[in-house]
């Protein structure tokens, strides 16, 4: 056993557990009721599964908010790379968590079905080591996925540069960028952030402070294990009898204000913002990342004619207001009736992030 | 997971007995012995132990005011 395992032990320990709820009991009691978004999918997840919102008193309130990076992308970008598919020798490689995100008028395994090549890739590495394969087809990678993965992609296109078949369709999103325009919205009310692990591992605490001045709202970098959403929860109800916006860290472990700079750098060498498109945000300046000009010639928008698509959100989904917290899952018509993890209408309930998976399997 | 080997830009990672080939593109300084955190084939970041130690010092710490004034 390592000193990680032996960390995650104690942090999921259900006795430290019980006396951290009574802390944040005892915080509450002092303020008003109040609600705590919890950013990222991994978070919602780990969240229902540990059963915590059942732990809290009525007053604290946990809302999900857009993290799970499948379920922000739009139909119009998945309808594109369904259309892509379509064109003759072009394989398109992706995370499993995207083939079954019902498109306007079919899924990607669904295009699968019909003879599109669509694969399921783990890492970007897997989608260059495809294209080295097989050099006859043209591999393109449908890149989503937030800061963690960003540079993920950025690493695997620099390692592929002899690759000439390989080519990346970038779909990825920015988080600071979103929940600047979560806070731009006049229904949002929200009295802390809980922010990603995993992303502020890649960009830093820092990357949140310009947010926490200007909106004076609490912010605590969160890890994953209950004691530490807990502990989390547990910070920010003291920053807010402080009256404070600071940007803490509680997953210390692996979080850091400046980031990891090596990673950053990558992923700027190969990116650069651009104005982008989300599930249920609408279109956020410099929430996306496009190929820097140097890389044209692996990008998939500037070498294959992706046509405009004619993109519609699913009927009756409300899976767009789950992810700005507007409506919890339950209240969503169609949660647990049409729409179950066999036979998803939107992407919150298909991704393993996705705030009504998560609740349809841990209950709400 | 725990880096047992480093190879230039790769290396492989191990965890319960599982072994896994990824990149240290990301992570350059990583070294043998490591705890490292894994995401789509790439080490990200390194695990610090005694960042770690202080959370866990910082629940303790909690849990037993809790128990004093309850």
């Not at chain 1, 802390?23 to 303020?31: F, Q, S, V, W």
């Not at chain 1, 592929?160 to 949002?188: C, E, G």
């Amino acid at each position: 056993m390592n000193s990680g395992t032996r960390l995650s032990q104690a942090l999921s320990d259900p006795q430290l557990g019980a006396r951290l709820v009574a802390a944040i009991r005892a915080e509450a009691a002092a303020l008003p009721p109040v609600s705590i978004m919890e950013v990222c999918g991994t978070h919602t997840v780990a969240i229902r599964r540990s059963g915590i919102p059942g732990l809290l008193p009525p007053s604290v309130r946990l809302v999900s908010g857009p993290g799970c990076p499948v379920c922000v992308t739009p139909n119009e970008t998945l309808d594109q790379a369904i259309a892509l598919a379509g064109i003759a020798g072009v394989t398109v490689a992706s995370f499993g968590d995207m083939l079954r995100v019902p498109g306007t008028r079919s899924s990607l395994a669904q295009a699968r079905a019909r003879g599109a090549d669509v694969r399921v890739v783990y890492s970007p590495l897997d989608a260059v080591a495809l294209a080295r394969a097989e050099p006859r087809r043209k591999v393109v990678f449908l890149a989503v996925g937030f800061e963690t993965t960003a540079p993920t992609v950025a690493a695997a296109l620099l390692s592929a540069q002899d690759v000439s078949n390989f080519y990346l369709f970038s779909a990825h999103k920015l988080v600071p960028p979103a929940l600047r325009a979560l806070f731009a919205r006049p229904d949002f009310a929200v009295d802390g952030l809980l922010l990603p692990g995993h992303v502020s591992a890649i960009i830093g605490a820092d990357a949140y402070r310009p947010l926490a001045d200007e909106r004076r709202i609490p912010c605590v970098v969160a890890g994953f294990e209950p004691g530490d959403v807990l502990l989390s929860i547990l910070m920010l109800l003291r920053q807010m009898r402080r009256r404070a916006s600071e940007v803490e860290i509680e997953y210390r472990a692996v979080v850091s204000g400046p980031g990891n700079r090596t990673a950053q750098e990558i992923m700027a060498r190969v990116f650069q913002p651009e104005a982008s498109r989300w599930r249920g945000l609408g279109e956020i300046p410099e929430s996306g990342l496009a190929l820097r000009p140097a890389f044209a010639e692996r990008d998939a928008r500037a070498v294959f004619d992706i046509l405009p698509q004619e993109s519609r959100e699913p009927a009756g989904c409300r899976c767009g207001e789950v992810l700005v917290g507007a409506v919890r899952p339950p209240e969503c018509p169609l949660f647990g009736t049409a729409c179950d993890p066999a036979h998803p209408v939107g992407p919150c309930m298909v991704s393993s992030e996705g705030t009504c998976a998560a609740y349809h399997r841990y209950g709400g | 997971m725990k880096v047992v080997e480093r190879k230039g830009e790769m290396g492989t990672v191990e965890q319960a007995g599982v072994r896994r080939e990824v990149s240290f593109a990301m992570l350059p300084d990583a070294a043998e012995g490591d705890f490292v955190l894994i995401h789509a084939g790439f080490a990200i970041q390194t695990l610090n132990e005694e960042e770690a130690r202080a959370t866990l010092d910082l629940i303790r710490e909690v849990a037993a005011a809790g128990e004093e004034d309850g």
